[in-house]
């Protein structure tokens, strides 16, 4: 499916990806495990607003990685498909066993792009990757409401400048922006992904 075709249905449903995301963190991180983070003990945050920003960082560096991992497998053809139809019929076909369980198809992904000089730094083990552990049956294998198969229909390659600078306008909004890139420490795919379409 041609993104830029169908571009307000494609950006609702990444909005919905990071939403469900959200909703996700907010139900397996709890308030004791804030009140061991620095910036909560050193009493810049409350531990709720803490617990707010900490879960919108985290849905952001999940989601762009995501973006990223497509953008390697259809355009820069740095890794093989995972995420779109072929690589995801190819993971069930091959894999009957963990048919349906993405959370091992994007461990691997992450695992090739951090294999390669030219992605390696981007996808380092960040305490993001931690907290997006926690997602693995929430999101990940979700069964029934699965946003790795809805978006496997999309064509990443159609992914033009204006519309993926609409989309990451979108997912991180620019009220978020001061706040969150000196909030703990860097997202370096968010960072790069913004960067890269001059957003920040």
């Known amino acids: ?3 830029c075709n ?10 919905d990806f990071q939403n469900e995301i959200e909703k996700g963190l907010n139900i397996t991180i709890n308030l004791e495990e804030i009140e061991q983070l620095k910036d909560v003990t050193e009493g810049k945050f409350s531990k709720g607003r803490f617990k707010d ?5 985290i849905s952001i560096h999940a989601v762009f990685k995501y973006i990223f991992i497509r953008m390697a497998e259809d355009v820069l053809k740095i890794v093989n498909s995972k995420f779109n139809i072929s690589g995801i019929n190819n993971w069930n076909e091959m894999s009957k066993n963990y048919r349906g369980e993405y959370f091992e198809l994007y461990k691997l992904a992450c695992e090739d792009l951090r294999r390669s000089d030219q992605t390696r730094e981007l996808f380092e083990t960040s305490m993001y990757d931690n907290y997006i552990l926690k997602l693995q049956t929430l999101i990940f294998n979700n069964k029934n409401d699965n946003y790795f198969e809805k978006l496997k229909e999309y064509d990443f390659k159609s992914l033009d400048p204006n519309t993926a600078a609409s989309l990451f306008d979108a997912l991180y909004p ?3 922006r001061s706040i969150l890139q000196n909030f703990m420490e860097e997202s370096k795919i968010t960072t790069h992904q913004m960067n890269d379409l001059g957003l920040l």
Do not use: G, P, Q, T
């Open 53 to 57: 920003l900490l879960v919108k960082k």
């Open 6 to 15: 169908d571009k307000d249905r494609f950006i609702k449903v990444m909005l």
């Open 1 to 3: 499916m041609d993104v």
């Open 174 to 176: 620019s009220e978020y």
